[in-house]
T-cell receptor, first 112, second 113 residues
Framework: SQQGEEDPQALSIQEGENATMNCSYKTSINNLQWYRQNSGRGLVHLILIRSNEREKHSGRLRVTLDTSKKSSSLLITASRAADTASYFCATEGDSGYSTLTFGKGTMLLVSP | NAGVTQTPKFQVLKTGQSMTLQCAQDMNHEYMSWYRQDPGMGLRLIHYSVGAGITDQGEVPNGYNVSRSTTEDFPLRLLSAAPSQTSVYFC????????????FGSGTRLTVV
């Protein structure tokens, strides 16, 4: 079953604007990860935030995690046309072996 | 480093045929997984392995078989292809615990007619 649910399903912005995507999940996690998928390509790991962290930055990416609300957000600042892609959150559970459970993704379109 | 290599990139099968999707990684990752991606469904876990000789089922294992005889290779076998198995298949690998995230292959687009 799907663990993460991204919101919105699709997002269209202009270059230079910020893009915010949200992810909600259902069960306890060890960490939450964000991936990018360009059309027809494999997934690329962007950033990982552990359950004991609240915020993490990497370049133009900022991720927050609220374990009490079981939610996370991904902020891309100063978006570029090259950021056009689908973005997925994935959770790693806190019991047993390490597997990822993915949400359905947010499709981001950044127009020049 | 080549990362995660999947072959073939495209495949068309007839219903009832069998085939093996190949996945190889050169990063000495312990964990390897197979996912399928269907439109609007995100990625769903088929099978995974935490090391050579150890495999387990994921969310959608029916109709698929795996083995892990070496650290590098994790092939996915379709036993008797069905149209419902038309999908894009991704192999992924990571170090134990996935702390650095998973590395994905570029995918195999499979059509069953």
């Amino acid at each position: 079953s799907q663990q993460g649910e991204e919101d919105p399903q699709a997002l269209s912005i202009q270059e230079g604007e910020n893009a915010t995507m949200n992810c909600s999940y259902k069960t306890s996690i060890n960490n939450l990860q964000w991936y990018r998928q360009n059309s027809g390509r494999g997934l690329v790991h962007l950033i990982l935030i552990r359950s004991n962290e609240r915020e993490k930055h990497s370049g133009r990416l900022r991720v927050t995690l609220d374990t009490s609300k079981k939610s996370s957000s991904l902020l891309i600042t100063a978006s570029r046309a090259a950021d056009t892609a689908s973005y997925f959150c994935a959770t790693e559970g806190d019991s047993g072996y390490s597997t990822l459970t993915f949400g359905k993704g947010t499709m981001l379109l950044v127009s020049p | 480093n080549a990362g995660v290599t999947q072959t073939p990139k495209f495949q068309v099968l007839k219903t009832g045929q069998s085939m093996t999707l190949q996945c190889a990684q050169d990063m000495n990752h312990e964990y390897m997984s197979w996912y399928r991606q269907d439109p609007g469904m995100g990625l769903r876990l088929i099978h995974y392995s935490v090391g050579a000789g150890i495999t387990d089922q994921g969310e959608v294992p029916n109709g698929y078989n795996v083995s892990r005889s070496t650290t590098e290779d994790f092939p996915l076998r379709l036993l008797s292809a069905a149209p419902s198995q038309t999908s894009v298949y991704f192999c992924a690998s990571s170090y134990q615990g996935g702390g650095d995230g998973y590395t994905f292959g570029s995918g195999t687009r499979l059509t069953v007619v």
